[in-house]
């Protein structure tokens, strides 16, 4: 049983885009109502109006912010309350650089 889930690697951060295929939890440890730790990094990230989310939704329809990311800095991440759908989301684009988004099994 893997303790890592990728969301997204390399993701092209010089444009805005949701995930195509959000994650449905389905298998421990990665089930809706489990705690899971979200995990952001940037590689070389440019652009103040850069910014990449991660998101749950109960319905693949209204979505939730439960980790966002902001212009070029640290790497970041939080625990939160997993849900029937997780996907990234880059809502403000930057002029150069990557993101990779994980997902970790809670404690």
């Given amino acids: 049983m893997s303790k890592q889930h990728t969301l997204g690697e ?13 994650f ?15 995990k952001i990094t940037t590689n070389a990230a440019a652009g ?12 693949d329809n209204t979505w939730t912010d439960v980790l966002t ?18 996907r990234y989301n880059v809502t403000g684009a930057g002029s150069a650089g990557t993101a990779n988004v994980y997902l970790e099994a809670g404690p």
């Fill in 69 to 86: 990311m902001t212009g070029v800095g640290p790497d970041k991440q939080a625990e939160f309350t997993s849900d029937a759908y997780i």
């Fill in 10 to 22: 390399a993701i092209d951060l010089t444009s805005a885009a949701a995930q195509a295929a959000p």
């Fill in 24 to 38: 449905q939890p389905s298998a421990s440890p990665f089930t809706p109502g489990m705690n899971v730790i979200g």
């Fill in 48 to 59: 103040a109006g850069l910014v990449v989310k991660i998101q749950t939704s109960p319905d």
